[in-house]
């Protein structure tokens, strides 16, 4: 597959560990903030979004964290799987269109 | 349901030439948007189109150009090719313009500029 990106920042976890990802976001004014999962050879795949009102929203096994006061965003997968395995973005976004912006990218990586 | 298909999926051409890229969105999605994907940049907004109209552009040059037709597919037209236009070009679409930020991506054509 291809290489998305060749220095992103790598997290290695035990399979059945939690996973934290962690995304720095750069406008205040953004109405949402969304993780993306992108695995070789594919586009990216939203996972989970949270509107900039909220704190904290919840999905299956992930759980999205919103911090407006340092402009940080995070992402916790919870028992991690080697399916889990692949390249996460955050991505923020203005009510106005569909343009993303999106953050370098973090590479999870899962051991059996 | 069909996903977005973008066609081609690997191309390569040569400094000096154009390309053409085609994206068909999921049936019923009316916005489409494309990103320039490369090692070096990330992830970068190209234009977003809905209902036939360029609603949003990124900082790309001129050079970058879209449309979209009115069954929603839309193709993007990169003229006068560099070989830093090598990337990953994505297509989104989206079944409304604005509210939950559910966007779908196809798969992506790789583009090669030698």
């Known amino acids: 597959g291809e290489s998305v990106g060749l220095h992103l920042p790598t997290l290695s976890v035990q399979e059945g560990d939690n996973s934290i990802i962690n995304c720095a976001y750069s406008?205040?004014?953004?109405?949402?903030f969304i993780w993306y999962k992108q695995e070789s050879g594919k586009g990216p795949q939203f996972i989970i979004d949270?509107?900039?009102?909220?704190d904290k929203r919840q999905g299956q096994r992930v759980t999205v964290l919103l911090n407006k006061t340092v402009k940080h965003l995070s992402l916790q997968i919870a028992a991690t799987q080697p399916g889990d395995s692949a390249v996460y973005f955050c991505?923020?976004?203005?009510?106005?269109?569909?343009?993303?912006?999106f953050g370098g990218g973090t590479r999870l990586m899962v051991k059996p | 349901k069909a996903g977005v298909t973008q066609t081609p999926r690997y191309l390569i051409k040569t400094r000096g030439q154009q390309v053409t890229l085609s994206c068909s969105p999921i049936?019923?999605?009316?916005?489409v948007s494309w990103y320039q994907q490369t090692p070096g940049q990330g992830l970068q907004f190209l234009f977003e189109?809905?209902?036939?109209?360029?609603?949003n552009k990124g900082n790309f040059p001129g050079r970058f150009s879209g449309r979209q037709f009115s069954n929603s597919r839309s193709e993007m037209n990169v003229s006068t090719l560099e070989l830093g236009d090598s990337a990953l070009y994505l297509c989104?679409?989206?079944?409304?313009?604005?509210?939950?930020?559910?966007?779908?991506f196809g798969e992506g054509s790789r583009l090669t500029v030698l």
């Open positions: 991505a923020e976004i203005h009510n106005a269109g569909n343009m993303l912006t």
């Open positions: 049936s019923g999605h009316r916005s």
């Open positions: 406008n205040s004014a953004s109405d949402y």
């Open positions: 949270i509107r900039s009102n909220m």
């Open positions: 989104a679409s989206s079944l409304v313009a604005s509210g939950r930020r559910e966007l779908f």
């Open positions: 189109y809905f209902s036939e109209t360029q609603r």
